[in-house]
Structures are given as structure tokens and as C-alpha cells.
């Protein structure tokens, strides 16, 4: 047995921040930014934090299917780009929620990581560990995000976005997930701590003494996002349409049989670059990259969200997910809405 998505949520700031306001700390132009992103503006956060876009879009989540906080079994969030590390995301929400049954830990494939936590739910649900799973995407991107690159500043927003998971007779599943680490350095943001000093105990001198941590020759500029945005666009063209396929292959069936595409919306030209490859046309593809810009994880479960609210997926409706980014990783999903 599988588990079906009995409700959606989502969350992203009030803050606007249109492209003209980007003009003012950095050389562009809305034309730029619209033409090769999609992007009109974005959300960013002022008072919230990423764990509290992600209690919001849960809590969203919660009421829009029905339930009790005290059926979820399991909450998993994908994020990159928590004001938490300790204690995880998943534990702040459960606490907020009060989600008091669940065992809760976050889980960080960038882009990839709602079809991570979906597809790792949909496994415990399918080997009878957990009935009721809430799953969450949610990024603060705004705080890694260097404002004085205009190459990587102009892409991202802020947001949450959130699903329930539940046991059914009917819920169909299938996926299909890839890494390549040797790709890994296309997209890099180290942590702050790895370039702060610390004191070490050094048996030699018999003394605490500073020193400055280096890993992998990283300085503290590395802790803002690096993007060699070609590469990635590059990767996402080439690699996800054959992900898609090879999951359309391992279930037989054809673009024809899919209503719709649901991809991570990195940017409208690799949403169409996508559609191109797989020969479909792009009203199979929805989009909302215009509003929020690329919100990394939680880009497919507000899109998710916006499209159940909308009533644009109804019972029978057969949608491939597909969620690609650093690491580089990638993942194609089948969900067919019951
Ligand atoms: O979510 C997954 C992770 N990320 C992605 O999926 C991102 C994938 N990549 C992209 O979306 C695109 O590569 C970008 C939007 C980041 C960049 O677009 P591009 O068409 O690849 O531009 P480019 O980096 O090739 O730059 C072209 C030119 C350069 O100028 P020169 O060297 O031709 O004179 C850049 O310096 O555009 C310049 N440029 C800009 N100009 C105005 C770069 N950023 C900007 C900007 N405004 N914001």
C-alpha cells in the first residue's frame, strides 16, 4: 500500500521584492530577469524565519486535509537554508503543530528534496512503518543568497510549502532518483561554521591556540550560494527529460498518458527547455516561477498546493513530478490523484 496526498499548504512572505527593486543593488533590469528567468518578482522574508514558513504551511496543510496533529506519524522537511540546525526543522514543527506522535528529521537534496520526502514517506507507508506522514518543503533562500551576485541573487525567493501523506488502497506510486556528486561543485553554499575560527587543543604546545578552519579550500565568502548557472541549466535540460522518460518507460506509459508535468521551477526557459525534449506542450506544464521566483524544495509543493486550490487536479488526473538541483541531484515521480 501507498499513500495518497489528502491535503496541501503553503506559505510564502508578504514582502514583494519586484525586479525594478533589484535594479537598485545590482546591475540589471526587469527585462534581463524576465527574459532569461521567468522571474517578475519574488517573496522575501521580513519577520519570518524558514522554520516558521514551514509550522505555517504545515499548519495550512493540516486543516485543509481533515486531521488531527496527533495522526501524523512522521514529519519530514526538505530545506537548505534553515535558521535551524539544532533542533531539526521537522522537531520546531511538531512542536508548533503539536504533532506530539511523530518522529521528526529534516532532509537536504536542494531543488530534489519535497520529491525526497515524499518518496521516502511514500516507502515507510509502504512497509506498513507509519499510516500518516507530513511532508514539507521550506526555504529561506534570501539568507544564503549573495545580494551583490547578480548572477544568482535575481533567481530565488522565500517560502513553504506542505502535504499529508495517508495510507490508501488506492494510491499509486512509482519514481525514479539519480545523484552525481561529480557534479556537486556546479552548486555549492559551505556552512558559516567551517570558516570560523575555533580553539583546538594542540598536544605539542600543550595549549589551546586559534586557528582558521579550511575544508576543501573554502573561505567565507563560500557560505552564499556559487552557481555556474550554465552548468546547472545545462544538467536540468539534459537530465531530467531523460529521468522522466526512463520512469514513463519502467511504467509503460507515454507523455500522451500524463495530464500533467509538475517541474521545479529553477526557471520558465528549463520548464520549457523540458517540454521541448519531451515533446509536450507547455500546457501540461504549469508554472508560478513569474510570482515566487526559484524557492528551491518549496517550489513543488506551493505549485502542488496552488493547483489542488485552483481545482486544476482532479481525481483520475495523472501528474509526473520531477525535482532537480544541487548536488546535482534528480528525481521523477508519478502521482495520479485519487
Ligand atoms: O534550482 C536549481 C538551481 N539553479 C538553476 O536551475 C539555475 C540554472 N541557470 C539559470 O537559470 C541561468 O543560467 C541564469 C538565469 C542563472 C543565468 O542566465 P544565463 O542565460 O545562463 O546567463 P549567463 O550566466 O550566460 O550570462 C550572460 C550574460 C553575461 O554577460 P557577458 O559575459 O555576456 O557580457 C553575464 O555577466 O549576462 C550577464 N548577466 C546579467 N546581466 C544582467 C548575468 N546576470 C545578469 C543579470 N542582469 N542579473
Redesign the pocket.
Known sequence: MFGKIIGTGSYVPENIVTNNDLTKI????DS??EE??GVKQRHLMKNETTATMATEAAKRAVENAGIKPEEIDVIVVSTVSSNLILPNTACFVQEQIGAINAFCFDINT??TGFMMAYNTVQSYINSGLVKTALIIGAEGLSRIVDWSD???C??FGDGAGAAIVKASEAAVFETVMKSDGRKGSA?TCYNGFATRPRKIFTEEKQEISDIYEKTNGQESSDTFVK?D??E??RF?VKEVPKCINELMEKMNITSDDVDMFVL?Q??L??CQGIAKRLKISMDKVPTNVSEYG?T?SACIPILLDELFKAGKLKKGDKIIMSG???GVTLAATYLEIC
Open positions: 545590482v546591475e540589471t533590469s534581463w530577469i532569461r528567468t536542494a531543488c547578480r548572477g544568482t535575481i533567481l552548486l552557481m548557472g550554465q546547472i541549466f536540468a521545479h529553477a526557471n526557459r528549463i526559484n528551491s532537480f538541483g544541487a
